[in-house]
């Protein structure tokens, strides 16, 4: 360990640039993760700022706040910052940080790569969020970005899709990087089927990411040449079909509704063996059901379109293909609570995340199934109770396990313990506040209120102002995570290597916070 | 046990308090569901015998559901309060058993099987529209509907009748805010109705949640609808189809009247068609 430690120092030595020019031409994981997980961290505040204006003109039945084209703005502008500059850039924030960490590598195996496809997003995201203020506003057709309507965009359009572009290439390179680290830079000893979970989830999430984005830049492309040069391919009177767009978008969107929850999966499976102080029951049953879940994954896309005109064959084959990811999902649950069975279970927060995560992605998960049920999902599709479902599995889902996934790596990262205290009540409040906002939008959705409208009948208001109550309080309570984050890395209590005590696994074996190049000698595996 | 590890175990005491205030916070939205009337909770049971089986497998999946939801957060609550370090107990150290994998892979295998057959039998029965005895086609526009009665050949616009004054909170909301056009769809009761769905511009999508009827109207193409409804009554729906900036200013609105009634009304319609 001294050995390391003093690498560590001599590596300080000979690395050169200092202040904005280390993070700019920085080619080492660790930063390359953190700054990741600021960008996700600034995004989630203005992604969260977005969905604050669309609960404010929510809150009470009328028009008071805003024109209705600038809340579709917001809707569709909230759903492509929360899911391409949060969820996303956060799992490849956590994938650079720990993947070297967990299999025993330096760094991750396309230093160079890694930097350009950070360094890429903050240009997308700038030029996506720069359309609010162009001619026509920014793009109102709904992140799925439906021909005709989204062609309907005014000077936005061309950058919005630009933008979408340069996501999609830094989310492929970021693939390619974690793939080719996990395959080649493992640790000796470190077979495949001794991977973390969390190295698992990532590895089949790079491969649904390599597969997808690709789909979605053909799709996005299609509708600028659509636009601007003359071509028919979504345009029916040129015959086209605006119904191709769905299934080629859904073709790239509900893997990467995987994309955005399978490393959650990982986080939860390394948290809850750790604070159960018992092995993770069924560490190969869990392998095999993220990989069923990734396969299916590829072939229930059109559940998102049952309402659209599909033949009953159509419908009847995403019907039960879609049922049937109730299975391994199923499988992965039941294991987590075995895990928890007969152990020896204490509560910091990030034992708390995961919990809270288990049981309301669950709850996603109930009413994803019953989204299944096509005949019952002519009922359901397009209203408040698709927003209450992904919701569920989005925000008590992937953002829960990215706040307990922070919790329980932050000592490790920064050497100083999170006021603990300060860290449950941030649970608790977010937990309460998650609830109050979502879980009404199950009754209004089922008692017939559509999705993305501003305004709306005077029987839901009761629920609409509970829920815009809730989306305030569980917004401000993310000040205090960031509070708690800023707090940490300048100071607390010392970590130990190890930081809990029934933490498993090669990066605890290292120092917090652990040296610049993390394994210079390769780590002996058990 | 270290003091370090003592001070990150919870309070037990502070968190039995936040979850009282959970607890109450959950009551009282309860008891305001209550007070606002089921109506407002939950799909309605509507007036066609699809929409009754709809809500049926709706309410039989949602049983389903709470059923596995007790089973398995009951189990993890157990262990919750059983296993927990604070109770002195030392952890197990099982880690796989292939018998209750494969236990808790085939039972809900079995399960999803037991609710995918009445699904099935429900979609076949929704989706065949033979035998049908009249036809309406049904236009979205940005943002108004358009219904055209094909055996009588006449047709017409349906708008918003809400007041821009009651939108922009100037004058009083009315009990049917928002839910209110200036000409209705008048359908007959007791008779299988053939509905043709498009659009003109962008994509619609025509819902009416007491009828269990939805579908997207999409430019250049014609989706096929049926209903059969047995009560008179006003239905009212909306748009559920992003469609623009006045997407949720396209509301749908239906009157079913009895057959007699609704050969009176044709004949108002078709003799002013005429003039």
């Known amino acids: 360990m001294s050995e390391i430690a003093a690498d560590a120092h001599d590596d300080h030595h000979d690395y050169h640039p200092s202040g904005l020019w280390r993070w700019v031409t920085t080619t080492n994981h660790k930063d390359i993760g ?59 924030g956590l994938a650079n940080w720990q993947i070297p960490l967990m299999v025993g590598a330096t760094d991750m195996a396309l230093p160079r790569l890694n930097n350009w496809s950070f360094w890429i997003l903050p240009f997308a995201f700038t030029m996506l969020l720069s359309t609010l203020f162009m001619d026509g506003g920014g793009p109102a057709g709904g992140w799925t970005l439906y021909p005709p309507l989204t062609l309907q965009t005014g000077d936005a359009l061309p950058f919005v899709i630009f933008s979408i572009h340069f996501m999609g290439m830094s989310s492929i390179m970021g693939a390619i990087n974690v793939i080719a680290t996990i395959i080649n830079m493992r640790a000796p000893g470190m077979h495949m089927m001794k991977m973390p979970l969390f190295v698992w989830t990532w590895l089949i999430t790079a491969f649904l990411l390599i597969a997808v984005m690709p789909v979605l830049a053909g799709g996005v492309t299609m509708l600028l040449t659509d636009k601007f040069f003359g071509t028919s391919f979504f345009n029916a009177a040129g015959g086209g079909d605006p119904v191709m767009f769905q299934h080629i978008f859904w073709f790239f969107g509900h893997p990467e509704v995987y994309i955005l929850i399978l490393p959650s999966f990982g986080v939860v499976s390394s948290i809850l063996p750790t604070f159960s102080r018992k092995p993770l029951f069924g560490y190969s049953s869990m392998v095999y059901a993220t990989a069923s879940i990734a396969f299916l994954s590829f072939v229930v896309w059109a559940h998102h379109m049952f309402t659209v005109g599909m033949p009953l064959a159509g419908e009847l084959f995403f019907m039960f293909a879609t049922m049937l990811i109730a299975v391994p999902t199923g499988v992965k649950v039941f294991n987590w609570v075995a895990t928890m069975w007969r152990g020896s279970m204490t509560f910091e927060t990030p034992m708390l995340f995961a919990i809270g995560f288990i049981i309301m992605f669950t709850i996603g998960g109930f009413s994803g199934l019953m989204l299944a049920i096509v005949p019952a999902d002519f009922q359901y599709h397009d209203s408040y109770f698709v927003v209450a479902h992904f919701h569920y599995v989005l925000v008590p889902g992937s953002i829960f396990a990215i706040m307990a996934a922070v919790y329980y790596w932050l000592p490790k990262w920064t050497g100083n313990h999170y006021p603990e205290r300060l860290g449950k009540w941030h649970f608790w409040l977010s937990t309460i506040f998650v609830n109050l906002t979502f879980f009404p939008m199950h009754f209004v959705g089922l008692a017939g209120m559509p999705r993305r409208i501003p305004d709306y009948a005077l029987q839901f208001a009761d629920y609409n102002m509970l829920a815009s109550v809730g989306a305030f309080g569980f917004g401000f309570a993310q000040l205090l995570f960031l509070y708690i984050v800023l707090v940490t890395i300048r100071g607390g209590e010392k970590a130990t290597d190890r930081v809990w005590e029934g933490a498993e696994g090669l990066e605890w074996t290292l120092p917090s916070p652990p040296p610049y190049h993390s394994f210079t000698t390769p780590p002996v595996i058990r | 046990m270290s003091e370090e590890i003592r001070r990150m175990l919870p309070n037990l005491r502070s968190l039995l308090n936040l979850r009282r205030f959970a607890a109450v916070v959950f009551l009282l939205s309860f008891a305001g569901a209550a007070q606002a009337g089921w109506d407002t909770l939950n799909m309605p049971v509507g007036v066609t015998e699809v929409s009754r089986i709809v809500y049926d497998l709706h309410m039989l999946i949602f049983w389903i559901c709470v059923a596995i939801g007790i089973i398995v957060f009951g189990a993890m609550f157990y262990s919750i309060l059983m296993h927990r370090k604070s109770r002195g107990v030392t952890a197990s150290t099982f880690h796989e058993s292939t018998t209750v994998e494969v236990i808790w892979t085939v039972i809900p295998f079995i399960i999803l099987v037991a609710m995918a057959v009445p699904a099935t039998a429900t979609l076949i029965k929704m989706e065949d529209s033979g035998e049908s005895e009249m036809t309406i086609k049904i236009t979205g526009y940005q943002w108004l509907w358009r219904y055209d009665y094909l055996d009588h050949d006449f047709g017409f616009y349906s708008f918003l009748a809400t007041s821009r004054e009651a939108i922009r909170d100037q004058a009083e909301k009315d009990e049917n805010y928002l839910l209110e056009v200036d000409r209705p769809l008048v359908i007959p009761t007791g008779t299988k109705i053939r509905m043709l769905v498009t659009a003109n511009d962008v994509i619609h999508a025509w819902w009416l949640p007491d009828l269990a009827l939805k579908r997207d109207a999409v430019p250049g193409f014609i989706n096929e609808l049926w209903t059969l409804v047995e009560t008179p009554g006003i239905y009212r729906g909306q748009c559920a189809e992003l469609c623009g900036r006045d997407h949720g200013f396209m509301p749908i609105e239906v009157h079913a009247v009895p057959p007699d009634a609704y050969r009176a009304w044709v004949e108002e319609q078709t003799a002013s068609a005429t003039e």
């Open chain 1, 34 to 92: 953190t700054l990741y997980l600021w960008l996700a961290m600034i995004m989630f505040f203005i992604g969260g700022a977005m969905a604050l204006v669309i609960r404010t003109e929510l809150f009470s039945p009328g028009l008071q706040f805003v024109d209705p084209q600038f809340f579709n703005s917001m809707t569709t502008l909230h759903a492509l910052v929360m899911i391409f500059g949060v969820v996303m850039p956060a799992f490849t």
